[in-house]
């Protein structure tokens, strides 16, 4: 079965702030999610928060990915060895975000060659929807990225009013099954798209079935 992992800031910065990531995570599970992804952004107090989502995932054998909002390198400048050492025991995976810098298709490309030259090849998180918001072609970063993914972030996207809006894969305007058929197999998926409604658990646990549907259609089964 596809794994579904369920990153919290779904359920909206204000909500998570306000409830908290624990929370959040026992309603993820309480859905059928196989993890979910805490983000750092949305910490109030880390050294309180983290452990009672470790043990709380780890309770029901799930898996946790933690999505940094610092970054982590400078191409031009960075020591990637020391990188990899500083994240020795840990699967570090590169996301593209929104920005040009680290969310394009040449940047990208020449920060994983400097990683490979370094003796540290890096997988990527393959975030369906940003490439939107830098105006590149996400069909053309499947074919330039797939063979280096290693998680993947499932979004939808429409515009609005001049600006890209993350929806729900079945309200996307984008080719999310074309893309999805394109990642390699067995890879954890993870939500990345607004779960609200008067019934968030139900809502959630809907979006889960959803998408492991979609990949059983797709033929994408480990």
Not at 26 to 41: K, N, P, S
Not at 108 to 136: I, S, V, Y
Not at 158 to 163: D, I, P
């Amino acid at each position: 079965m596809q794994q579904v992992l369920i990153s919290l800031s779904s359920f909206g910065a204000a909500e998570v702030r306000r409830h908290g990531q624990l929370w959040f995570t026992r309603l993820a599970q309480q859905a059928g999610a196989d993890g979910v992804e805490v983000r750092g952004e949305l910490l109030v107090d880390p050294a309180a928060e983290l452990p009672g989502i470790a043990r709380a995932v780890a309770q029901w054998s799930g898996q946790v990915v933690y999505s940094s909002p610092e970054p982590l390198w400078n191409v031009e400048a960075g020591d990637l060895r020391r990188l990899a050492e500083t994240v020795a025991g840990l699967d570090l995976v590169i996301e593209n975000d929104q920005t040009a810098a680290a969310g394009t298709v040449d940047a990208l490309q020449a920060f994983f060659r400097a990683a490979d030259q370094a003796g540290t090849p890096l997988p990527m998180t393959f975030d369906m929807g940003n490439w939107h918001w830098t105006g590149e072609d996400p069909l053309d970063a499947a074919r330039a990225f797939s063979a280096r993914v290693g998680y993947v972030h499932c979004k939808g996207v429409q515009r609005q009013a001049r600006r890209w809006v993350a929806v729900p894969l079945a309200d996307s305007a984008a080719p999310w099954r074309a893309l999805l058929r394109a990642m390699p197999r067995a890879l954890p998926w993870a939500i990345e798209y607004p779960l609200v409604g008067d019934d968030l658990l139900e809502t959630t646990r809907t979006e889960i079935r959803q998408l492991r549907e979609a990949c059983e259609r797709l033929g994408a089964f480990a």
